[in-house]
């Protein structure tokens, strides 16, 4: 499952490609092309057939965009990605320009000239991206151009086909609620709006409400597909018939009509000609379907997906298969832990090499419980010494580096198992750890404890946990570039919404709702340190004399934290009394299940502080 | 300056002044009307002329609306206003509903008929305000109609006159900045928004530009006035005349041209005869003036006020002032709960002689430095036992209470001097209080000050501070339904934008942002507890190894918290640092200004623990 990206070659291509796409441009009159990281499904994870930003400019992140001008190009990243854009981008055939100082929109609209025509596939952006783009253009005189085929297809030779990852059914004991009653939650929903039908373009959405699981798109359950839910009547759900047994399109076809992708946008015609009221969100929905909906007469009632915070509040046997797919997790994470212990001082131990080790406990351990690991959960990150500081690192032959003594390695890494996804970070000491270095992650600890143990009233947003996350950091004057948590899906999106911990995270957190909670430390050129768990909000048990319901956290992640790294003097006794149960518990949950040597290992990695 | 408001009369009018405007809304074809509480400036405290809501309904709070149609009228409030309103409004006369569960668009919309014309008055209603007003009315074929004059005065006999107080200069060394250098700061703001002219209706936005103040309204210090400013050219200042002595005349001709209010409408059209693009706020621009101007085919640029921002981020000046204020506030804080602890065991004190003995000893800390007390900064809150628990409490004669033994009494108040405005809460016990009042103002204290020893980075957003006020709170299954602070204007508004520290505080700090901080706890029926400082955003002080530059607060008050009510076990180390830290700030700003008596009673309130 682990595959290296190799970018040499790539980038040097790129110098070619985008002359090959100007002289395509010229040929169909435009002055400029739109080229985001994105697919029709506005997937985070590509197919390989939807990598045109990789392909045509080098850049691999997961989140960016470019635009290709006659004279000029540019490839626009936010912080975490300039350090690797720098060196994936050749500067000859694009700038790198950084989007948090220098959006798209401002970039380009500082270059165009009236009368420009920029033309942009609106199948890969959503009807909210090309109304601000369209904004940009026409605030100068120029004009945004929707192409019927992508120019980056027709000169991108042997551009990969189309995933046809074969489809599963989600069983009932996993998914927890049936799809008739999906369905039923959702058309109340589209009545509250008034809305009588709603489009499902993210493939998540489309796998939650069909329980469905496919195997499009590498590490991500979801297989890629559209969906038309209605108020009153059938749905559809749009996809490619080769990903479908006859049992699962049996299965399928008793709740909903299935049709090819193809078959898309004339539906999209049929609930115009309805004269429907068609709920979208604008930030999702691509701008190909919301604007053939209003070009066909249709209304499109604009307005937060609602299968998004259903999905997000997972229910009990989702939960319970959390549970257990982290008892699994945790059980590798362990025996890595404790081999990585034993072999680190050999001085062998390179990052692609404990990422295979980490990725073979990880099979074993699906097999101890006779279930199996479908897939990592993401391209498994993995930085000794300074390579921890890029927080999105992702190894290749080139940069990867031997783990040295006296030294930091982080690990972040997950599991997609059938019960469950899981992310867990660990950052080890390997040698002996400078007072800095311990000062940093007993802080980084702290923060993560911090939010282990609120208790928060319900209504409560993401925004004003992320910031226990911070405070013990904020007190050194040191902070973090990246949110505290993100959600995370049941056998889905390793990052779901709409939840998070971060400063914009406006959504309440609610009972069921998986996340995150991960602070990091990070020394440019030094180390990186984050220590990462999987938490589920739940009601929390009332205390005598408290006057309101409160909710807290229940861990899900089960993996000893590194105290060779813990200035346990720095803690206080809530924090020690936290640390010490945690630890009771991770080994309480695998002592049985571990080998002699690994058990010697768990019960000095977990003893009390 | 202390007045009580008597509701009994008003209360038993309200079925026959309703019944006057129901005649009044038929006879212009009316079949109902919006009552905002609200004058043509959006004020948060109105002149006695904008009492609309007051004079026909009874309901006396800071904030809620009316509707009336002719079956039925509601007065809508929220949560703080719910007990009041039940007791100030007549259910023979309307029916008082919970805006958080029941908005008026959608009490309104359930009791509409297709072709049903709502009347409201433009002046009263922004243009946000008016266009989701509309909708609602649209969405089942109704219509809102603006009225030329509100149908209200028309059947108010003696309606007061708009107030005529009049205009003093507010002199360079108190602001800080001149008005040249305001409107040019104004100026660079338009630009960036591409916008020609800026219409300002808020009283203490044109107050700030103009360094004037005023005396129209009670306990504000921004005089009623229109202002229109330009990125070219001179500004427009629309305010009565006979407000202006000739020498304020002359000052202000100086860098605006001055005008009647009337004479706005036209002022309006000229904009948009001119084809400028016109920025107003929304939320803030009368509806009247907004539609004129799209109607004359004027360009509309919605956007947030800029001088909000600049207005909030206080200069050297403004905050040199602010800390003198403090000094001769605290000076009368320190003198009342002296003679409070003296007096209160006779048992002759009640809440409003304890508000007009508070006041005296205002009025002669002010004296003693030169200064003078220019008006209270709003109604006093005192709220002895179970009144203590009414947030926005605010005695007559009926509600007034003795200060029991073995209770709590709690006094919010503030000053506006010359130098700035003052907002400040202390709970105090009277007698012996019970362990879990000590308990819960222990809690209450432990949240203020956890804001108060903030370190934060820039960026972070008020609803991030709010949190920390909570924490003690939480972790007791505790909380409290009103935000931790909002922003304190210099000598003018006690309340201001944008700042806030609330869930909804989603703006940045920034240095020079005064605000106060003031959690609270209340058990209804038996006590409330507040706690509240104002603070001002400073860049905090580096620390050794920090990376990142920070900012933190300064305490401007300077008023002893009552250590009978604290629970020293319950504080870490770090808090009884700051507790006694801030004591000793206390101690040395009065102790050589107060009488011996006093000063012995300051020492002992001021000990260390």
């Not at 009547?233 to 006859?246: C, E, M, T, V, W």
């Amino acid at each position: 499952m682990f595959q290296i990206f190799d970018v040499r070659g790539e980038r040097a291509a790129s110098v070619v490609r985008i002359a090959a796409l100007r002289d395509r441009l010229r040929a169909e009159g435009l002055d400029g092309f739109i080229v985001p990281h994105s697919d029709e499904h506005q997937s985070e994870y590509l197919p390989p057939s939807a990598e045109r930003l990789a392909w045509l400019t080098g850049f691999t992140g997961s989140a960016g965009s470019a635009v290709v001008l006659h004279d000029a190009a540019a490839v626009f990243v936010d912080g975490r990605y300039t350090l690797q854009a720098a060196a994936e981008v050749d500067p000859a055939a694009a700038t790198v320009v950084a989007s948090a100082e220098t959006p798209l929109g401002k970039w380009l609209s500082a270059r165009l000239k009236p009368g420009d025509r920029i033309g942009y596939d609106p199948w890969l952006s959503t009807v909210g991206e090309a109304r601000k783009l369209a904004k940009r253009c026409a605030d100068v005189g120029a004009v945004l151009v929707p192409v019927a085929t992508n120019p980056i297809d027709a000169i991108w030779p042997r551009r990969p086909t189309a995933p046809l990852g074969p489809v599963d059914l989600h069983p009932q004991a996993l998914a927890g609620e049936a799809v008739v009653d999906k369905l039923r939650r959702v058309a109340t929903k589209l009545g509250e709006r008034k809305a009588d039908a709603l489009v499902l373009a993210k493939a998540d959405a489309v796998a939650w409400t069909f329980n469905i699981r496919g195997a499009d798109v590498a590490h991500n359950a979801a297989p890629l597909a559209f969906a038309i839910l209605r108020r009153e009547g059938r749905p559809q759900l749009f996809i490619d018939a080769r990903k479908l047994s006859n049992a699962v399109r049996a299965a399928l076809a008793d709740v909903a009509d299935i049709a090819e992708p193809a078959a898309l946008p004339e539906a999209i015609d049929g609930l115009a000609a309805a004269k429907l009221r068609v709920l979208a969100d604008p930030e999702e929905i691509p701008a190909a379907l919301g604007e053939r909906l209003v070009a066909a007469g249709g209304v499109l009632v604009e307005g937060e997906d609602p299968t998004l915070l259903l999905k997000a509040r997972k229910n009990t046997a989702e939960i319970d298969g959390a549970r257990k797919a982290h008892l699994r997790d945790g059980l590798a994470m362990v025996r890595f832990l404790a081999w990585l212990d034993r072999t680190a001082p050999s001085g062998t131990i390179d990052e692609i090499g404990a990422i295979e080790a980490l990725e073979r406990f990880r099979s074993a351990a699906a097999h101890d419980d006779g279930s199996a690991l479908v897939d990592i959960s993401f391209d498994t990150i993995a930085g000794a010494g300074p390579n921890g500081a890029i927080v999105h690192y992702r190894v290749n032959r080139d940069s990867n580096r031997k783990l040295d003594q006296d030294s930091l390695f982080l690990i972040d890494s997950g599991g997609q198992y059938r019960d469950g996804t899981t992310d867990v970070t660990r950052t080890v000491a390997i040698g002996t750890p400078t007072a800095e270095m311990r000062d940093r992650f007993t802080r980084v600890l702290r923060g993560m404890i911090a939010v282990s143990r609120a208790r928060f009233p319900a209504g409560t947003a993401g925004a004003q946990i992320d910031v226990l996350a911070r405070l013990p950091q904020w007190e050194a004057g040191l902070d973090y570039d990246h949110g505290t948590g993100h959600g995370v899906g049941s056998f889905l999106s390793v990052h779901e919404g709409p939840q998070r911990l971060s400063k914009t995270g406006h959504v309440a957190l609610e009972p069921g709702m998986i996340l995150s909670n991960e602070p990091g430390s990070y020394r440019t050129g030094a180390f990186g340190i984050r220590i990462e768990n999987l938490v589920v909000v739940t009601p929390a048990v009332a205390i005598p004399g408290g006057e309101r319901p409160m909710l807290g956290f229940e861990t899900l992640t089960l993996v000893p934290i590194d105290l060779r790294l813990v200035d346990v003097a720095q803690l206080g006794k809530a924090e020690r009394d936290w640390l010490n149960a945690y630890h009771a518990r991770v080994r309480a949950a695998h002592g049985k299940r571990v080998s002699p040597e690994d058990r010697a290992w768990l019960e000095a990695a977990t003893r009390a502080v």
